[in-house]
């Protein structure tokens, strides 16, 4: 990939602070995912720095620094309105929990301080004329398509449990194999997966699911049986062993799409997968989407069309419910795997033909979408409003987003007269 020019600039600088580090006669250098995605020919997120200065020493030299992360010896330098973290040199002792270091001590040494990484590609530095220093053999590793722990892969799980997730976060994403003694390591110490937080597990999973490869982190994520131990319990832990008739989920354009993709093979109803989201702290806006999803799959599949025309109306009528986006959305997982709808089967290749057009031309699909609203009822019939209106509206929209009914005012208050009328008679309200 090329470089872009920003990252070029954000190199620049980065440099500017090592250099300036240097003149005041400390060590420092670009470290960890920075390195490697250069390496890599991947663009560049941001350029951290590590140096042998210790960070009250860093608050001096700077003009605009930010005391981001003391505690760890991390502060943020600020160059030209662009944050850069520059971290002192530190061995991390002590691990508590599986977790994190009870304590962190700094150090003189570049190398002690790339010990502490987790992989052989995060542990590689470069210095300010742009030499590479890696210690541990991130670079063969990479040439090799390999992961692989820095130093014995069974201590390195036991200190921070999360590294495992990590490590097939960063399997998936650039394609390596997991070198045989960390796969080990990892599939053995997968019980200490209980100690990391389900956010820190949530952050990892929406990473993985929202990358390169979601179906290759799936399957290392089956093999390793990983997710059978988090903190509280997850549909996740049914992610089976082999996923081999599972389809290639990189097909689909969102992390929504594809999590609900995994939750509808796990076969659980939708408020205990909703659960489960909520369990993971997943934003609001992500539950919905994903739960829409599988509320439209499901209710599809409960409604399955019997003959020609329902096909067409109850695509139309679940539009109504759960909205046309996620109408759309499904489709993409129609596609991708017809047996997703499950008992409606039989109606995906017409839905995949002429879902979308079906979805254009309904007039009107949601409330504020339809032509007359309640208080123009209300005002028409010179009444006043009950539970019978919200109905009244509902029957409406109906009729109008099956094209029964033009989505036009007038025709719509007619409709509403006589609606109200029948209601009436029948004793409906
Ligand atoms: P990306 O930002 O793409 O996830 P990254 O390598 O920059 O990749 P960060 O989480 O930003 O990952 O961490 C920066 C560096 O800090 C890593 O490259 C690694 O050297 C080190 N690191 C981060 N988390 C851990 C951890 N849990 N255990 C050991 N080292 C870690
Ligand atoms: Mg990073």
């Known amino acids: 990939m090329m470089e872009s020019a920003d990252q070029g600039l954000?190199?620049?600088?980065?440099?500017?602070?090592?250099?300036?580090?240097?003149?005041?006669?400390?060590?420092?250098?670009?470290?960890?995912?920075?390195?490697?995605?250069e390496w890599l020919g991947r663009p560049v997120k941001d350029y951290d720095i590590a140096t042998s200065a210790l960070p009250e020493r860093v608050e001096e030299l700077f003009e605009r620094t930010i005391p981001t992360g003391l505690q760890h010896g991390t502060v943020t330098v600020v160059v030209d309105r662009l944050p850069f973290e520059v971290t002192t040199f530190r061995k991390e002792a002590g691990y508590a929990d599986y977790r994190r270091p009870a304590s962190v001590e700094y150090i003189e040494v570049l190398e002690e301080d790339l010990r502490r990484r987790d992989f052989t590609m995060n542990a590689m530095a470069m210095d300010g004329?742009?030499?590479?220093?890696?210690?541990?053999?991130?670079?063969?590793?990479?040439?090799?398509?390999?992961?692989?722990?820095?130093?014995?892969?069974?201590?390195?799980?036991?200190?921070?449990?999360?590294?495992?997730?990590?490590?097939?976060?960063?399997?998936?994403?650039y394609g390596l194999e997991v070198e045989a003694e960390s796969w080990t390591a990892l599939a053995a110490s997968a019980p200490l997966l209980a100690h990391i937080a389900l956010e820190r597990v949530r952050a990892e999973l929406e990473r993985m699911m929202g990358g390169s490869d979601p179906s290759r982190a799936l399957r290392l994520l089956g093999r390793s049986r990983l997710l059978g131990h988090t903190k509280a319990g997850l549909l996740w832990a049914r992610l089976p062993e082999h996923l081999d008739d599972w389809p290639d989920l990189g097909k689909l354009t969102s992390a929504e799409q594809r999590i609900a993709y995994v939750y509808g093979r796990l076969d659980a109803p939708v408020k205990d997968c909703a659960a489960d989201l909520k369990l993971l702290t997943f934003s609001g806006k992500q539950i919905d989407a994903i739960t829409a999803l599988l509320a439209a799959r499901s209710w599809l599949q409960e409604f399955?069309?019997?003959?020609?025309?329902?096909?067409?109306?109850?695509?139309?009528?679940?539009?109504?419910?759960?909205?046309?986006?996620?109408?759309?959305?499904?489709?993409?997982?129609?596609?991708?795997?017809?047996?997703?709808?499950?008992?409606?089967?039989?109606?995906?290749?017409?839905?995949?033909?002429?879902?979308?057009?079906?979805?254009?031309?309904?007039?009107?699909a949601s409330l504020q979408e339809l032509a007359v609203t309640g208080q123009d009822i209300l005002e028409r019939l010179q009444t006043r409003g009950g539970p019978w209106t919200g109905k009244l509206l509902q029957r409406l929209l109906e009729r109008t987003a099956l094209g029964l009914l033009p989505n036009d005012k007038e025709a719509l208050l007619q409709a509403a007269l006589a609606e109200y009328d029948e209601y009436r008679e029948t004793d409906k309200l």
């Not at 991130?138 to 590294?163: I, K, M, N, P, T």
Request: aromatic content about 8%; some cysteine.
């Open 10 to 37: 954000l190199k620049d600088k980065a440099m500017q602070i090592i250099a300036r580090l240097e003149e005041a006669g400390h060590q420092a250098y670009l470290v960890g995912g920075c390195v490697r995605d």
């Open 129 to 173: 004329r742009g030499r590479i220093l890696d210690p541990f053999g991130g670079q063969v590793d990479l040439d090799h398509g390999v992961l692989r722990c820095v130093g014995s892969a069974a201590e390195r799980f036991s200190e921070d449990a999360l590294r495992m997730l990590r490590g097939i976060r960063f399997a998936a994403e």
């Open 304 to 364: 399955p069309p019997c003959d020609s025309s329902a096909v067409r109306t109850v695509w139309q009528r679940a539009a109504i419910r759960y909205g046309k986006s996620t109408l759309h959305a499904l489709l993409n997982l129609y596609r991708l795997d017809p047996a997703f709808a499950g008992e409606a089967r039989s109606a995906v290749p017409i839905w995949i033909e002429s879902g979308e057009t079906w979805l254009e031309q309904m007039p009107a």
